[in-house]
């Protein structure tokens, strides 16, 4: 080979090394790029990943709230059930009537359901009849009306109360 062409194969190599270097200068570019991306994107992953955790904990820390509200309805129900199961239990006792004219009773709603009830149902009570409570529901009418109102009436004695209960008609004393 001649100098000439010698020298024109160095230039080429020069040139393709130099073009090599310049693409592995702009790999590098890419590279410290690429590795800049991913720092970052680390960064992010390790944000969310604590995020993640703290929901986490918020999430079990919610579970047992709710766990405990659960219990503490079910604490609530039993004792609810109990004196709804109370409340119906006293109620059984209970007689109403309907239709009696306002202040018929008079003064002592007792001795009246005392006197009237043998009469209306013509059954013969021994002991006498006794009650536990005996009132009227409802307001009093203004300007001395006289109206239909409920009285409600508790028995001392359940059999009593059966009696009463079992009577199919109850007749009318005036007639």
């Known amino acids: 080979m001649s100098d000439k062409e010698q020298s024109t194969t160095m230039e080429r190599i020069l040139q393709e090394i130099t ?12 590279k410290s790029s690429l590795n800049l991306e991913t720092k970052s994107m680390r960064s992010d992953i390790a944000g969310f990943q604590s995020r993640v955790a703290g929901l986490e904990h918020s999430l079990g820390t ?53 006197t009237i009830l043998p009469k209306l149902t013509s059954l013969s009570f021994d002991p006498p009849l006794e009650f536990q409570r005996a009132h009227r529901v409802g307001p009093k009418c203004p300007n001395g009306a006289s109206r239909p109102c409920l009285i409600i009436a508790c028995l001392l004695r359940h ?16 007639g």
């Open 19 to 30: 073009a090599v270097s310049r693409q592995i200068e702009g790999m590098d570019a890419s």
């Open 62 to 114: 919610l579970k047992t709230h709710v766990a405990t509200a659960q219990d503490r309805d079910q604490d609530i129900l039993y004792p609810r059930s109990k004196i709804t199961d109370l409340e119906d239990r006293s109620r059984r006792a209970n007689i109403c009537l309907f239709g009696i004219p306002e202040n018929e009773e008079g003064p002592d709603v007792q001795a009246f359901l005392g």
């Open 159 to 174: 059999t009593q109360t059966r009696q009463l209960l079992q009577v199919n008609k109850i007749t009318d004393p005036s």
